[in-house]
């Protein structure tokens, strides 16, 4: 099968991983590894990253935003209101409106706080902005965020930062089955295998950020991903075989000396 290109609110982009621009040790670090990523978005926490202020190191500096989408995020919200007034700030910043909606419950566990994203969805939805929802893996929640207005679904594969991979395949392909948005796995990939199995479940696209950031050696993991991504979407493509309980012959008994 001839795969399309990712496409999120009718812009198509050639990479299906997305990279985050947090837990660096340095900028020129984080730029390096999203020039081997091969990425063409990047996420950016507008309350924790410097785009602004000149007379710091700006983000801006290394990574330029006329050849690398940047994705505003929440990062830091646990409320509607706080999130929404975050992305107000982005889009007189830099006049984006293409960005992820993160609303989070508590500060200890980082999931999301589904009342306030569902809230905050529909309230940015109406202003004009297209909202890729960070959300848990709920199937019905998921096709809430889709009817609000959310132009791409994101679930977590495991808690932030946690590394632990893909804990509910079932729940994923029931969103993959019920939705036409593009479906980005984001937050918990560990490795690059977590990245491939997401795109073999018939996802669009892996959102990373630790996994890469805080690797021993980032520059190496953000290629790794890179190359973990396409192979996993080539799989999908492919069609797998059907599983089998039993062994099966890789040659016919036929002709048999």
């Known amino acids: 099968m001839v795969d399309k290109k990712l496409k999120i609110a009718n812009k198509n982009f050639k990479s299906r991983l ?27 926490a507008v309350r924790r990253v410097n785009i602004s202020d000149k007379n710091k190191a700006r983000l801006m500096d290394y990574i330029d935003p006329k050849k ?8 830091g919200c646990f409320n509607a209101e706080d999130a929404i007034r ?13 960005v992820k909606l993160e609303v989070l419950g508590d500060k200890k566990n980082l999931f999301p706080e589904m009342i ?51 804990q509910n395949k079932v729940n994923i392909k029931i969103i993959r089955q019920q939705t036409k948005l593009p479906l980005i796995i984001d937050a918990g990939i560990g490795q690059a295998s977590d990245a491939s199995i997401a795109m073999e479940l018939g996802c669009d696209g892996v959102l990373i950020n ?48």
């Open 86 to 98: 975050t992305l107000r700030l982005a889009r007189e910043i830099g006049g984006w409106k293409l």
């Open 68 to 75: 690398i989408t940047y994705l505003p995020n929440t990062a």
């Open 210 to 257: 630790t996994a890469i950031a805080k690797a021993k050696n980032p520059v190496q993991m953000a290629e790794a991903m890179k190359f973990a991504v396409i192979s996993g979407r080539k799989s999908f493509l492919s069609g797998r075989i059907n599983p089998n309980l039993f062994g099966s012959r890789s040659t016919a008994n036929k002709g048999i000396i």
């Open 116 to 166: 306030e994203t569902l809230r905050s969805t529909e309230l940015l939805t109406k202003e004009g902005f297209k909202v890729m929802v960070y959300c848990n893996d709920d199937p019905l929640m998921a096709k809430r965020l889709e009817n609000a207005g959310a132009v791409a679904i994101m679930p977590l594969a495991a808690p932030i930062g946690s590394g632990l991979g893909i």
């Open 18 to 44: 997305i990279v985050g621009t947090g837990k660096y040790r340095s900028f020129r670090e984080c730029a390096n590894a999203i020039k081997f990523s091969g990425a063409d978005i990047v996420t950016v």
